[in-house]
């Protein structure tokens, strides 16, 4: 009984090895790994400010579904009329040189004091973070 119960150890464990090293596995593990750190980049630079749950507006507007929203048109939160006369649809690369440098991108923004994140690396994952759906 002993040996068999060994035996279907031994035998349960080969098999988790096989699935945690199978190239389908990956990804999702690595997904996983970006989301998180997506969401604690997120959470050190921009919760303060921002939530990205649907209709929670703080002192910034929720950022629910950003990516491929037009910038100052969230229904129920007051933009400052840079934001709402800014003209473009947030993307990726648009969201990096915001995030990066708010006043160059739309000049008179109400983001103060918050003046842009200088790491590349935490600008990719907040951006990965937004993108993903909620």
Same mark, same amino acid.
Request: hydrophobic share 35%.
């Given at each position: 009984?002993?040996?068999?119960n060994?035996?279907?150890?031994i035998?349960?464990? !080969?098999?988790?090895a ?9 990804? &999702?593990?690595? &997904?996983?790994? &970006?989301?998180?750190?997506? &969401? ?5 630079s ?5 939530? $990205?749950?649907?209709? =929670?507006?703080? #002192?910034?507007?929720? #950022?629910?579904? $950003? ?5 100052g048109? #969230?229904?129920?939160?007051a ?6 006369e800014?003209?473009?649809v947030? =993307?990726?690369?648009k969201?990096d040189?915001f995030?990066? /440098? @708010? =006043?160059? $991108?739309?000049?008179?923004? /109400?983001m103060?004091?918050y003046?842009?994140?200088?790491? !590349?690396? =935490?600008?990719?994952?907040?951006i990965?973070?937004?993108?993903? @759906?909620?």
């Amino acid at each position: 009984m002993l040996h068999r119960n060994r035996m279907l150890l031994i035998s349960a464990l !080969s098999g988790m090895a096989c699935v945690l090293s199978s190239p389908s596995a990956l990804p &999702q593990a690595s &997904q996983g790994a &970006q989301d998180v750190s997506g &969401q604690q980049a997120f959470n050190n630079s921009c919760r303060t400010c921002h939530m $990205v749950r649907e209709g =929670d507006n703080r #002192l910034g507007p929720n #950022l629910h579904k $950003v990516v491929g929203r037009k910038a100052g048109s #969230l229904p129920d939160y007051a933009f400052s009329s840079a934001m709402k006369e800014a003209g473009f649809v947030w =993307d990726e690369e648009k969201l990096d040189r915001f995030i990066a /440098n @708010p =006043d160059e $991108v739309v000049p008179g923004n /109400n983001m103060k004091p918050y003046g842009g994140l200088s790491s !590349s690396e =935490d600008r990719k994952k907040i951006i990965a973070f937004l993108a993903q @759906p909620r």
